[in-house]
């Protein structure tokens, strides 16, 4: 299974090329949970940056599973 980073309720948003970005065309998978969530303890900041960039600084993250 592999995790990624998205947006609660606004599944055009995601993690692509480390930034939060509208309309991902490849979004960044993670091999675990573990590593999903130490990435977003570790880059909250620049995460929540990116947010605020694109006016949705107000939002909260969601973790995206995909089954392999």
């Known amino acids: 299974m592999k995790f990624s980073i998205g947006v609660k309720g606004m599944p055009e948003y ?3 090329n480390d930034e939060i970005v509208r309309d991902p ?12 969530l130490l990435y977003m303890d570790e880059n909250s900041w620049s995460l ?10 107000n939002e909260e993250f969601s973790i ?5």
């Open 25 to 36: 065309q490849v979004r960044d998978w993670f091999n675990g949970l573990e590593e999903v």
């Open 14 to 16: 995601g993690l692509s």
């Open 48 to 57: 929540e940056a990116d947010l605020k960039d694109l006016g949705i600084e």
């Open 64 to 68: 995206i599973k995909k089954e392999d």
